[in-house]
Nanobody, 127 residues
Framework: QVQLQESGPGLVKPSQTLSLTCTVSGGSITTASYYWSWIRQPPGKTLEWIGYIGYSGDTYYRPSLKSRTSISMDTSKNQVNLQLSAVTPEDTAVYYC???????????????????WGQGTQVTVSS
């Protein structure tokens, strides 16, 4: 069973770049048909899909976040990384990484829409 674990700083200052890592175990991130998504849930709001990277390295981002988002893979460490630049307090949220097999989900209703997901990591943007 594939397991995911998010990590990164819990506090980021406005205008800085948020960097998170998703460490994957129990499977290779380059397994054919796997798609790795980043999702977030701001306080009091529903899940918001940020973007994905496919097993071959293709990426697709939420249009409203595209100019600030970068998702990459580190195959040597079996990790998927998220960078979100020029953050504001509106980027405060619990951030999750998640896996789908063979399909892409861009409007998740719940984490259970995905095959696997991490426990999430709280990121607060504040000076």
């Amino acid at each position: 069973q594939v397991q995911l674990q998010e990590s990164g700083p819990g506090l980021v200052k406005p205008s800085q770049t948020l960097s998170l890592t998703c460490t994957v175990s129990g499977g290779s991130i380059t397994t054919a048909s796997y798609y790795w998504s980043w999702i977030r849930q701001p306080p009091g709001k529903t899940l918001e899909w940020i973007g994905y990277i496919g097993y071959s390295g293709d990426t697709y981002y939420r249009p409203s976040l595209k100019s600030r988002t970068s998702i990459s893979m580190d195959t040597s460490k079996n990790q998927v990384n998220l960078q979100l630049s020029a953050v504001t307090p509106e980027d405060t949220a619990v951030y999750y990484c998640a896996l789908t097999d063979g399909v892409v989900i861009v409007s998740p209703r719940a984490l259970s829409d995905f095959n696997s997901w991490g426990q999430g990591t709280q990121v607060t943007v504040s000076s």
